[in-house]
């Protein structure tokens, strides 16, 4: 047994003795860090870079079946995903891995924020963090567009449209963005290339600088209220706190991070396992118009921004917004490198994350479900409930008719089923009379088109005589309401009879 | 307030010994001159690749687009709006399935045609024709349109983009070839064409 260990040790000296690794990469381990940043807080940049590993082993297995033409991708997915053995789960985690890969890059780096640990000397650590968030965004979008379904030929589209919108260059932008003037097979490969050439480089030589400023620079230590980060004596303080009572990154906070790691792959491999790969949807057809596009998890908030922005501030806001807030967050160790790390003393960044938490998470549910959208199909799917019915004389019925065959129903629901675009129906005719139930639909207004070209006035009077009746069955209806006060203020002095018709 | 950014690059000059008027070797000057050849050679190989790179962009606008054919004049009944496809004038079989394009042809009275572009103004989702009501409606963010092309509702910030067309024999035929964005139409709907007589 000794013999073996004996072979061992002296091939590990072979070895070393001509790579000469062992030293630095026993020091880089056990370097020591403050002991209170041996915190289960500390865990997501490694884990972060442990997602990465996995989108490149599992990027690397996908390549080895996938087609990477626009005539083949899609055919080729549903391969991997019916054909090979396992081929479904190998899609799934990246599909999943590149959600949480998003998402933990993101929680890393509010971490930092709330920490203030990007304060000097950290403050180019951070600003190559951004550079890292940036490329994760773009490898998240690169890789929907990889799936060349319906949703990466009309995202394709979307990302056309607001290179469009940019002043003077703009046409030339979106021939650059789609390699020719229309979406086809060199759109698609160049957004290969850029998936899995070019940024997945960029990344890799980012996150080796990335971690070399955490080797080099040493890892931010716990914040404490009170206690200023000053350039004149940040570093000393650091060395005095390391000396007094430092430990070994390995394995004192590392245990940590490992655990942490694994815990996240499992989740990953979990979230595979139960809810199988992310597409893809249908294929690639631009003839198919059936189809609703929509973007991925981490792109829905921007979905919604274009639905809820108002129109006239939405091209400045497309390309003024993302050029101040990534200059704003590559600009903010510089402007803020020193004084109070602690978050109890800094309550404006507490509020922004907050802020921006909230507005991110309102924004990304409602790209889910989003209200905004009309819903196709209502028109001839939902049908009318019967208690809008029972009891309804010919004319409201012929009027519930009209109602589903005009498409009102795409934006307005009735009993809860129906498009959100519009106000729900239910209560119409307590809010609007009869003439202003007969302006609204022949002229629209309030965001809604004009119906008096496609109906005839048979059609109108049987639709308002059925939305009449939509007055929940509870209140007077408006018209009731406004005759009974016509009729009220003919009856007391004062008034000339005329008034009163 | 002290202004955090003024001494926030300053650092320490530490002389370099190599620096001394005696280290000015005759090696130091070639190197310096193999550094500036290296240099010299690396921007003119810049040009053939950055070429390459923004091939696209040089190209001029209007020479992407072709008369193309989206079909029989009895596919598109009078005083209907119907499904129209062509295939991408410069598209090649590796185009796949993106090859065949749709567009809304509207037969106005037979001899007065309205070819719009499937994509929405707004964000180029793909519009659907309801013949009921008479309105284009996107299914992304709600834009609508009427029957002529003009915004009904929703966020565009134009109607729907159109194509010059003409009746060849019993065919229809579309100008086309470039994807319709707000940077890209012109190529599109030229003045004078014959478009927009909803």
């Given at each position: 047994?000794?013999g073996i260990?004996?072979?061992?040790l002296?091939?590990?000296?072979?070895?070393?003795?001509?790579?000469?690794?062992?030293?630095?990469?026993?020091?880089?381990?056990?370097?020591?860090?403050?002991?209170?940043?041996?915190?289960?807080?500390?865990?997501?940049?490694?884990?972060?870079?442990?997602?990465?590993?996995?989108?490149?082993?599992?990027?690397?297995?996908?390549?080895?079946?996938?087609?990477?033409?626009?005539?083949?991708?899609?055919?080729?997915?549903?391969?991997?995903?019916?054909?090979?053995p396992?081929?479904?789960?190998i899609?799934?985690?990246?599909?999943?891995?590149?959600?949480?890969?998003?998402?933990?890059?993101?929680?890393?780096?509010?971490q930092?924020?709330?920490?203030?640990?990007?304060?000097?000397?950290?403050?180019?650590?951070?600003?190559?963090?951004?550079?890292?968030?940036?490329?994760?965004?773009?490898?998240?979008?690169?890789?929907?567009?990889?799936?060349f379904?319906?949703d990466?030929?009309?995202?394709?589209?979307?990302?056309?449209s607001?290179?469009?919108?940019?002043?003077?260059?703009?046409?030339?932008?979106?021939?650059?963005?789609l390699?020719?003037?229309?979406?086809?097979?060199t759109?698609?490969?160049?957004?290969f290339?850029?998936?899995?050439f070019?940024?997945?480089?960029i990344?890799?030589?980012?996150?080796?600088?990335?971690?070399?400023?955490?080797?080099?620079l040493?890892?931010?230590e716990?914040?404490?209220?009170?206690?200023?980060v000053?350039?004149?004596?940040?570093?000393?303080?650091y060395?005095?706190?390391?000396?007094?009572?430092?430990?070994?990154?390995?394995?004192d906070?590392?245990?940590?991070?490992?655990?942490?790691?694994?815990?996240?792959?499992?989740?990953?491999?979990?979230?595979?396992?139960?809810f199988?790969?992310?597409?893809p949807?249908?294929?690639?057809?631009?003839?198919?118009i059936?189809?609703?596009?929509?973007?991925?998890?981490?792109f829905?908030?921007?979905?919604?921004?274009?639905?809820?922005?108002?129109?006239?501030?939405?091209?400045?806001?497309l390309?003024?917004?993302?050029?101040?807030?990534?200059?704003?967050?590559l600009?903010?160790?510089?402007?803020?490198?020193?004084?109070?790390?602690?978050w109890?003393?800094?309550?404006?960044?507490?509020?922004?994350?907050?802020v921006?938490?909230?507005?991110?998470?309102?924004?990304t549910?409602?790209?889910?479900?989003?209200?905004?959208?009309?819903?196709m199909?209502?028109?001839?799917?939902d049908?009318?409930q019967p208690k809008?019915?029972?009891?309804?004389?010919?004319?409201?019925?012929?009027?519930?008719?009209?109602?589903?065959?005009m498409q009102?129903?795409n934006?307005?629901?009735?009993?809860?089923?129906?498009?959100?675009?519009?106000?729900?129906?239910?209560m119409?005719a307590?809010r609007?009379?009869?003439?202003?139930?007969?302006?609204?639909?022949?002229?629209?207004?309030?965001?809604?088109?004009?119906y008096?070209?496609?109906?005839?006035?048979p059609?109108?009077?049987?639709?308002?005589?059925?939305?009449?009746?939509?007055?929940?069955n509870?209140?007077?209806?408006?018209?009731?309401?406004?005759?009974?006060?016509?009729?009220?203020?003919?009856?007391?002095?004062?008034?000339?009879?005329?008034e009163?018709? | 307030?002290?202004?955090p950014?003024?001494?926030?690059?300053?650092?320490?000059?530490?002389?370099?010994?190599?620096?001394?008027?005696s280290?000015?070797?005759?090696?130091?000057?070639?190197?310096?001159?193999?550094?500036?050849?290296?240099?010299?050679?690396g921007?003119?190989l810049?040009?053939?690749?950055?070429?390459?790179l923004?091939?696209?962009?040089?190209?001029?606008?209007?020479?992407?687009?072709?008369?193309?054919?989206?079909?029989?004049?009895?596919?598109?009944p009078?005083?209907?709006?119907?499904?129209?496809?062509?295939?991408?004038?410069?598209g090649?079989?590796?185009?796949?399935?993106?090859r065949?394009?749709?567009?809304?042809?509207?037969?106005?009275?037979?001899?007065?045609?309205?070819?719009?572009?499937?994509?929405?103004?707004h964000?180029?989702?793909?519009?659907?024709?309801?013949?009921?009501?008479?309105?284009?409606?996107?299914?992304?963010?709600g834009g609508v349109?009427?029957?002529?092309?003009?915004v009904?509702?929703?966020?565009?910030?134009?109607?729907?983009?159109?194509?010059k067309?003409?009746v060849?024999?019993?065919?229809?035929?579309?100008w086309?070839?470039?994807?319709?964005?707000?940077?890209t139409?012109?190529?599109?709907?030229?003045p004078?064409?014959?478009t927009?007589?909803?």
């Amino acid at each position: 047994m000794s013999g073996i260990k004996q072979k061992s040790l002296d091939l590990y000296h072979w070895f070393d003795r001509r790579l000469g690794l062992a030293k630095p990469i026993t020091e880089a381990a056990e370097h020591p860090i403050p002991k209170s940043s041996a915190s289960w807080w500390y865990v997501f940049g490694s884990a972060a870079a442990m997602i990465f590993g996995l989108q490149i082993v599992t990027g690397i297995l996908l390549a080895l079946i996938y087609t990477p033409t626009a005539q083949h991708a899609w055919t080729s997915l549903i391969f991997i995903n019916h054909n090979i053995p396992l081929g479904w789960f190998i899609r799934a985690l990246h599909g999943w891995g590149s959600d949480f890969m998003v998402a933990i890059v993101i929680i890393h780096m509010t971490q930092v924020f709330m920490f203030g640990s990007y304060k000097y000397p950290r403050e180019l650590t951070w600003i190559v963090g951004v550079f890292l968030l940036l490329m994760t965004l773009g490898m998240a979008f690169t890789g929907q567009v990889l799936r060349f379904d319906q949703d990466a030929y009309w995202g394709l589209g979307i990302g056309a449209s607001i290179m469009g919108r940019v002043p003077w260059i703009g046409g030339e932008l979106v021939h650059l963005m789609l390699g020719g003037p229309i979406i086809g097979a060199t759109t698609f490969s160049r957004f290969f290339a850029l998936h899995v050439f070019v940024i997945p480089g960029i990344l890799l030589a980012l996150v080796a600088v990335h971690v070399w400023m955490v080797l080099y620079l040493g890892i931010s230590e716990w914040p404490m209220p009170g206690r200023l980060v000053r350039r004149s004596t940040y570093i000393q303080e650091y060395e005095a706190d390391i000396h007094k009572d430092g430990v070994p990154f390995v394995p004192d906070a590392a245990w940590k991070d490992v655990t942490f790691s694994a815990a996240i792959i499992l989740a990953i491999m979990a979230c595979a396992f139960f809810f199988g790969p992310i597409g893809p949807s249908g294929p690639p057809d631009p003839t198919i118009i059936q189809t609703v596009p929509k973007p991925d998890l981490p792109f829905l908030w921007v979905y919604a921004v274009f639905a809820l922005a108002p129109p006239a501030l939405e091209t400045p806001l497309l390309l003024i917004t993302p050029i101040v807030v990534i200059c704003a967050m590559l600009g903010l160790p510089l402007y803020a490198g020193e004084g109070e790390k602690h978050w109890s003393r800094r309550p404006v960044a507490v509020l922004m994350v907050s802020v921006i938490a909230v507005s991110l998470s309102i924004l990304t549910s409602l790209g889910q479900h989003p209200p905004w959208s009309p819903v196709m199909d209502a028109w001839s799917g939902d049908a009318v409930q019967p208690k809008y019915l029972k009891g309804r004389t010919p004319l409201q019925r012929q009027g519930a008719l009209v109602f589903q065959q005009m498409q009102c129903r795409n934006c307005h629901a009735l009993g809860g089923l129906g498009g959100q675009r519009g106000p729900d129906l239910d209560m119409v005719a307590t809010r609007l009379s009869e003439s202003e139930l007969i302006r609204q639909v022949l002229q629209g207004g309030g965001n809604m088109p004009a119906y008096g070209n496609a109906l005839s006035p048979p059609q109108v009077t049987a639709l308002v005589s059925f939305l009449e009746t939509l007055n929940g069955n509870e209140r007077p209806a408006q018209n009731d309401v406004r005759r009974l006060m016509q009729s009220e203020s003919a009856q007391s002095p004062g008034h000339s009879s005329d008034e009163s018709q | 307030m002290k202004k955090p950014w003024k001494d926030l690059f300053k650092n320490p000059i530490i002389e370099n010994p190599l620096d001394q008027p005696s280290e000015h070797s005759r090696r130091k000057f070639l190197f310096k001159v193999a550094v500036l050849l290296n240099g010299a050679v690396g921007a003119v190989l810049a040009v053939p690749v950055l070429g390459y790179l923004l091939g696209p962009v040089f190209k001029r606008n209007d020479s992407y687009n072709h008369w193309v054919p989206v079909g029989n004049l009895d596919q598109f009944p009078p005083g209907e709006t119907r499904l129209g496809r062509y295939r991408n004038p410069e598209g090649t079989p590796a185009d796949g399935q993106t090859r065949t394009l749709p567009c809304w042809v509207r037969n106005i009275d037979n001899t007065r045609f309205q070819v719009f572009a499937i994509n929405c103004a707004h964000m180029e989702c793909p519009v659907h024709w309801f013949p009921q009501s008479k309105l284009f409606m996107c299914p992304c963010h709600g834009g609508v349109y009427y029957q002529d092309g003009a915004v009904a509702a929703g966020p565009p910030p134009r109607g729907l983009y159109q194509y010059k067309y003409k009746v060849a024999g019993n065919q229809l035929m579309i100008w086309a070839g470039e994807l319709p964005t707000l940077s890209t139409q012109a190529s599109i709907a030229k003045p004078g064409s014959k478009t927009c007589l909803g």
